[in-house]
């Protein structure tokens, strides 16, 4: 059984920084896309960045200001999220597929709340 337990959100003010960690467990997650999604209250839920095959690709509100890396030997993804914005308030999640080539994002954290203060 796949499990992702995100963690780092949290309160801060505009232009500061947060690290959000996505621990998973029940596979070996360097062989895995990964990706960080996020939904503000009232919003749909909206794609950030994503991690696939050492390659990485960002949504443009977060470019240049969001880093998503991996530690292999953690097991972890992380979110590197600097000169943050008040638009970036949301729960956000860290995904993965079930199969790589299955084109959706089959297992899904339980979310961690960045809040961020103007």
């Known amino acids: 059984q796949v499990q992702l337990v995100e963690s780092g959100g949290g309160l801060v003010q505009a232009g500061g920084s947060l690290r959000l960690s996505c621990a998973a467990s029940?596979?070996?997650?360097?062989?895995?896309?990964v990706a960080w999604f996020r939904q503000a209250p009232g919003k749909e839920r909206e794609f950030v960045a994503t991690?696939?095959?050492?390659?990485?690709y960002y949504a443009d509100s977060v470019k240049g200001r969001f880093t998503i890396s991996r530690d292999n030997a953690k097991n972890t993804v992380y979110l590197q999220m600097n000169s943050l914005k008040p638009e970036d308030a949301a729960v956000y999640y860290c995904?993965?597929?079930?199969?790589?080539?299955?084109?959706?994002?089959?297992?899904w954290g339980q979310g961690t709340q960045v809040t961020v203060s103007s």
């Open positions: 995904t993965t597929p079930r199969h790589n080539t299955g084109g959706s994002w089959d297992y």
């Open positions: 029940g596979r070996n997650f360097s062989r895995y896309d």
């Open positions: 991690i696939t095959g050492g390659r990485t």
